[in-house]
């Protein structure tokens, strides 16, 4: 049976490509888009119902699943009409406020909804295996990262970026707040030892590259994660719908939840 997609920002670079995946997929039907008004006539192209009121178009899909890459105040606003419509909702925006993830996971208790800030299987698999890494190393090895993004993203540093760093922090028992620096400019002293450092590039059309280092005495581990398309995130989120209409309501699902 196939499943109903309703991609919102569908004329964004993620959601025309989670659109084009949608009607490639035989098991996915593009049942509706969501945009803005003054962008709803370049929606013309994927032959289904489009409007720019959420709440109207997701009644139009009853058992439909959302799939969500817009902004942290859209995406709240969308989880809202979701879960008031009774849909599924997929949502890989990032840049959420602690604020916005408790909304998300108060409104989960009552929805189906998934949030992962990366929707990639590799990066996913990585955070998986990250804290035994770390954790055999010792904390002789300092933990540091770079990440590397197109010059139109908006967020610094990516919600990847984050949660990997909050994934090393974790495997120390830190509190990445307390531990992450983002900057470092002149006479700035010695290296703390308590310190996961977290460097943003910008430029070009870059997808997205995150390294992790892991440096000690005499040695150096060099993770990296090159995601060479948008295609590997939709293709994520695009399992992700199939997979969230078959579990209950009660918890704000992620990636590792359906890997």
Not at 1 to 14: D, L, Q
Not at 55 to 76: H, I, K, N, R, Y
Not at 223 to 235: L, W
Request: charged residues 20%; hydrophobic residues 40%; contains cysteine.
């Amino acid at each position: 049976m196939s499943t109903s997609i309703i991609v919102t920002g569908a004329g964004g670079r993620m959601g025309s490509t989670i659109c084009r995946m949608a009607q490639e997929d035989p098991a996915l039907t593009l049942a509706a888009v969501v945009e803005r008004p003054e962008r709803l006539a370049s929606l013309d192209v994927w032959k289904c119902p489009a409007g720019s009121d959420p709440v109207a178009v997701f009644a139009q899909v009853p058992g439909g699943v959302v799939v969500d890459f817009t902004s942290p105040e859209a995406s709240l606003a969308n989880a809202r009409a979701a879960a008031k419509a009774g849909v599924s909702h997929v949502i890989g925006t990032t840049g959420l406020t602690a604020e916005q993830k408790a909304e998300l996971a108060d409104l989960a208790k009552t929805a189906r909804i998934f949030w992962a800030p990366n929707m990639s299987i590799g990066v996913n698999v990585l955070l998986k295996i990250l804290p035994q890494l770390v954790q055999q190393l010792g904390e002789q090895y300092d933990l540091e990262m770079v990440e590397l993004h197109h010059n139109r993203k908006k967020d610094s540093p990516s919600g990847t970026a984050l949660r990997l760093a909050e994934c090393l922090a974790e495997a120390r028992g830190w509190n990445l707040p307390a531990v992450a620096n983002y900057h470092r400019e002149g006479i700035i002293g010695e290296r703390p030892t308590k310190e996961i450092g977290i460097q943003t590039i910008r430029g070009g059309d870059v997808v997205g590259v995150h390294t992790v280092y892991a440096m000690g005495p005499g040695e150096r581990i060099e993770i990296t994660h090159q995601a060479h398309s948008r295609e590997n995130f939709a293709q994520g989120a695009l399992r992700a719908a199939k997979w969230l209409p078959q579990q209950q309501p009660g918890t704000l699902y992620s990636m590792l939840d359906m890997l």
